[in-house]
């Protein structure tokens, strides 16, 4: 058995809608490999987003309390029922709700009897799956004394006595004094008495930031794994029970012999009654020694230094693996499962150095490869969820190459004031026909850089090395988007379509930028194939039948970028007229004339690249210039002329942007190198990365990104 859904209604971050966490279920194919990752779910999200929301819910959800205070409301639900209780329905009160879906899945060991009342039969029959919904409710308990309480605020707020402000604080103080009383319910929504959620998970939360105060964390996890190792073998196990009940009978003579009467003289001299004795004995137990009786200390050189001194990042990790172990412990321990085992970790990076994190999953692999090598031939599974709140892309990155998925990887942004959860899944973000080799190209750019994008404010696409340095020099400059995580992603090449089903889906503003790629056409094939791609797009290192600068677009001109043939279903040049606009993403290109000179225009010319752009818009800019003599220098010279004629260097762009195509790593490293340590006036962008700046910055406007100081 095993969670497959939590949905949380009106609580703290949450609202009433995309409010469904999604679980991983437990199960392996490869224990040795996976078996970590594969039990494990994800909450990403950036900074009060929500994340935390999720182990809260659990952990009320879990206890038998109770007890709810007003800032346990969504804010936003808590206003709209103050407003109808102010507007004359004192009627209408505050409820928070949640629903789990647990799936049976296990007919020889999952025990159904508490589940049963919660199970669909007709529903399990048909779809051939056993669901039991548990709804959890948390209502005013008596409706009276809340209807009492808004008459008086509505009294004061008739007479001006407060401001929406202060009615508000007051309502939730209302709130927060006020009884609430617990319901379960099933799929029928009748009460449940006979159930409470503690009877049917077991659920622990592990808090890095708490855990710094627990001086022997250290040794209560080494405690957990060295019991566990000992339960493991029966002969170890029963030599240390022996030795446990032989040093209980030399403690209880030792104990006896030199004290028994002297307690029982300071007894006599309180109790006159001459019948009553005492008995003193030890009573050391094997769960005592593993849990009291063993301390830790670790090695430096030849030293012996107490296990609050050690590593704060290598203590946490340890703890996590503790907790796992113990929880596996006891899944080997029973034949049937009547109970879900759910281990709760929050924000494990605190006190990780980054190589720790991308490790973290494999580092806890080799450990229960090595704790369990007993018993990991027959496991598939831990029996048991791990469920980790972060914000680390590191983390983030672990799981997903564990794992080889991105399924129910929980993404939490904000949305309209609210947390918003979005569920991903392999098959929404990867074409159908192509899908394992874009899922691979995904999950490449996952590990090298691009888990980032799940934490920034707006991602910014490009192709190449030079965007890549110049963008973010340039963003730094920029007097918005400097103040913003912005998050610069080089994808070598015009492969940003590739992600388009991703970005949709996180509805992060997103601005591919990328070039146009001019090409004659050879063959009459305009359209996009029935397979959503244009025909093989043409390989980028085939020639593109172009020799001179572009001064006019041709009718016979194409795009060889797969990019905007994906997005404009379309390869003629004559029909890419714009750029692309989509809800939250944007795509831009070369696709404006640059005239040649500035001042009085006798000829026009298209860019080709970002290279050539630059060159195009900026031809008369001495540093750039400059950084030209430097790296083509001959090159350069003679394109200028004698005399020299700085529009020669526009008339030829296109040749200076070839001669340029090896030196990229060069030409970018100078002229950022320039940009930092001169003050000569800086090349301007390209106009159509000015635009989508532009855009950009709108839409972060738009979506409540504060900017303003």
Request: glycine share 4%.
């Amino acid at each position: 058995m095993y969670i497959s859904f939590l949905k949380i209604n009106n609580f703290r971050k949450f609202g009433e809608n995309d409010n469904v966490i999604g679980f991983v279920k437990s199960h392996s194919e490869s224990p040795q490999k996976d078996l970590v990752a594969s039990s494990t779910t994800l909450v990403i999200g950036k900074n009060n987003s929500g994340k935390t929301t999720v182990t809260k819910a659990l952990e009320l959800i879990h206890s038998d309390s109770e007890k709810i205070t007003g800032h346990d409301f969504n804010y936003s639900y808590s206003k709209n029922i103050l407003k109808e209780n102010l507007n004359g329905k004192p009627h209408i009160t505050p409820k928070l709700s949640f629903e789990i879906e647990i799936i049976l899945d296990d007919m020889a060991h999952d025990l159904i009897g508490d589940f049963q009342p919660f199970i669909d039969a007709k529903k399990a029959l048909q779809e051939g799956e056993r669901k039991a919904n548990i709804t959890i409710e948390y209502e005013v308990k008596i409706i009276a004394d809340y209807i009492s309480k808004i008459e008086e605020l509505k009294t004061a707020y008739s007479i001006d006595e407060y401001n929406s402000e202060a009615i508000f604080r007051k309502y939730l103080d209302i709130l927060s004094k006020t009884q609430f009383r617990r319901k379960i319910k099933n799929y029928q929504n009748i009460n449940v008495d006979t159930l409470t959620p503690k009877n049917i998970i077991d659920l622990r939360v592990i808090s890095a930031a708490k855990n710094i105060h627990d001086k022997r964390l250290l040794t209560k996890s080494f405690n957990k794994i060295i019991k566990y190792m000992y339960e493991s073998d029966d002969i170890e196990y029963k030599g240390i029970l022996s030795l446990v009940d032989n040093n209980n009978q030399s403690l209880t003579q030792n104990i006896k012999t030199k004290h028994q009467l002297g307690v029982e003289r300071i007894l006599a001299k309180i109790i006159a009654d001459k019948d009553i004795g005492i008995e003193l004995r030890s009573e050391l137990t094997f769960d005592k020694l593993m849990s009291d009786l063993i301390t830790y200390e670790h090695k430096d050189g030849e030293f012996l230094v107490p296990e609050s001194q050690f590593g704060l990042g290598y203590a946490s990790l340890v703890s996590i693996i503790g907790e796992i172990i113990d929880y596996t412990n006891q899944s080997l321990k029973e034949t049937s499962q009547s109970r879900i085992r759910l281990l709760c970790i929050e924000e494990p990076e605190v006190f990780m150095h980054p190589q720790m994190q991308i490790n973290f999953i494999r580092h806890i692999q080799e450990a229960l490869n090595e704790i369990l090598s007993s018993h990991l031939e027959h496991l598939n599974s831990l029996k048991s969820q791990i469920l980790i709140t972060t914000h680390s892309s590191h983390i983030l990155n672990s799981v997903i190459h564990s794992s080889n998925t991105f399924d129910d990887i929980n993404y939490i942004c904000l949305k309209e004031g609210n947390a918003a959860n979005v569920l991903l899944k392999d098959k929404e973000i990867a074409n159908t026909q192509e899908k394992s080799l874009q899922f691979e190209f995904i999950k490449k750019h996952i590990k090298h850089q691009t888990p980032d994008l799940f934490f920034s404010d707006a991602i910014i696409f490009v192709e190449g090395i030079t965007e890549e340095r110049v963008l973010n020099s340039y963003i730094e400059d920029h007097p918005v988007l400097n103040r913003m995580n912005i998050s610069v992603f080089r994808i070598d090449g015009a492969h940003a379509k590739v992600y388009a089903k991703l970005i949709n889906k996180i509805q992060i503003p997103s601005l591919i930028i990328t070039d146009i790629d001019f090409k004659k056409e050879t063959k009459k094939t305009n359209t996009v194939e029935a397979t959503g791609e244009i025909d093989s797009a043409v390989e980028s290192d085939v020639s593109d039948g172009i020799i001179e600068q572009i001064s006019t677009l041709s009718e016979d001109l194409i795009t060889t970028n797969a990019t905007l043939c994906h997005f404009f279903a379309d390869k003629r040049i004559s029909s890419i007229k714009d750029y692309y606009v989509n809800d939250n993403l944007m795509v831009v290109f070369q696709k404006d004339c640059v005239g040649v000179p500035k001042d009085c225009p006798n000829i026009f010319y298209y860019a080709t690249s970002f290279e050539e752009a630059l060159i195009l818009k900026n031809y008369d800019n001495t540093l750039l210039l400059e950084i030209l003599l430097k790296i083509i220098k001959t090159e350069t010279l003679k394109v200028l002329g004698d005399p020299t004629d700085v529009c020669n260097i526009a008339h030829k762009s296109r040749k200076i942007q070839k001669l340029l195509a090896r030196k990229k790593s060069d030409f970018s490293n100078s002229l950022i190198f320039s940009l930092v340590t001169t003050d000569q006036p800086k090349p301007e962008l390209p106009d159509y990365i000015l635009k989508g700046l532009e855009w950009l910055t709108l839409m972060l406007k738009r979506d409540g990104v504060s900017y303003e100081l």
